[in-house]
T-cell receptor, first 114, second 111 residues
Framework: GAVVSQHPSWVICKSGTSVKIECRSLDFQATTMFWYRQFPKQSLMLMAT?????????EQGVEKDKFLINHASLTLSTLTVTSAHPEDSSFYICSASGDTDTQYFGPGTRLTVL | EDKVVQSPLSLVVHEGDTVTLNCSYEVTNFRSLLWYKQEKKAPTFLFMLTSSGIEKKSGRLSSILDKKELFSILNITATQTGDSAIYLCAADDYNTDKLIFGTGTRLQVFP
């Protein structure tokens, strides 16, 4: 149990376009979802926390208008990188927690912006 | 400021060796300590430790938490090349539900 999926696994896009990444909890209801960004050889950096039905809470230094997060249902959260630029290229990972507070990680999405 | 520190940063061993990875934490609203193994993709969950002194075991991996001295260790016995990965520990904050990650220990196991 406790499976979290992400779609797509890898996306390549042109600079200036927007990219949407989906995070789904497949077999449990995720009251809270977390979005992380990972740079090469570094640990995960929390970007934002979202609770179903409410606005996401962004970490300091993360641009809200740049990284739009929507958590419309108990099984789906989306991260939209708007007007992506090469410096946004990274590995984006979501995690989800339900009743137990344990975070279950998705497999990640690699974003490459040309 | 809350922080999690892992040591060593990097470790290179031969197959069959036993390794101990360290994780110390300073987290005001500490709830639990989690260990993850990260290979090429997202981290995979290994252990969650909430109580001091109770060892958790899964095959060749084991872990224990010391809430008095604020640290945890992850032991891997009879290492195999498949154990090569980055091992992350994270402290769970009960006030914010955030995970505060350490920088990880990179383990390389050679045949």
């Amino acid at each position: 149990g406790a499976v979290v999926s992400q779609h797509p696994s890898w996306v390549i896009c042109k600079s200036g376009t927007s990219v949407k990444i989906e995070c789904r909890s497949l077999d449990f209801q995720a009251t809270t979802m977390f979005w992380y960004r990972q740079f090469p050889k570094q640990s995960l950096m929390l970007m934002a926390t979202s609770n179903e039905g409410s606005k996401a809470t962004y970490e300091q230094g993360v641009e809200k208008d740049k990284f739009l997060i929507n958590h419309a249902s108990l099984t789906l959260s989306t991260l939209t990188v708007t007007s992506a630029h090469p410096e946004d290229s990274s590995f984006y990972i979501c995690s989800a927690s339900g009743d137990t507070d344990t975070q279950y990680f998705g497999p990640g999405t690699r974003l490459t912006v040309l | 400021e809350d922080k999690v520190v892992q040591s060593p940063l990097s470790l290179v061993v031969h197959e069959g060796d036993t390794v101990t990875l360290n994780c110390s934490y300073e987290v005001t609203n500490f709830r639990s300590l989690l260990w993850y193994k990260q290979e090429k993709k997202a981290p995979t969950f290994l252990f969650m430790l909430t109580s001091s002194g109770i060892e958790k075991k899964s095959g060749r991996l084991s872990s224990i938490l010391d809430k008095k001295e604020l640290f945890s260790i992850l032991n891997i016995t009879a290492t195999q090349t498949g154990d090569s990965a980055i091992y992350l520990c994270a402290a769970d904050d009960y006030n914010t539900d955030k995970l505060i990650f350490g920088t990880g220990t990179r383990l390389q196991v050679f045949p």
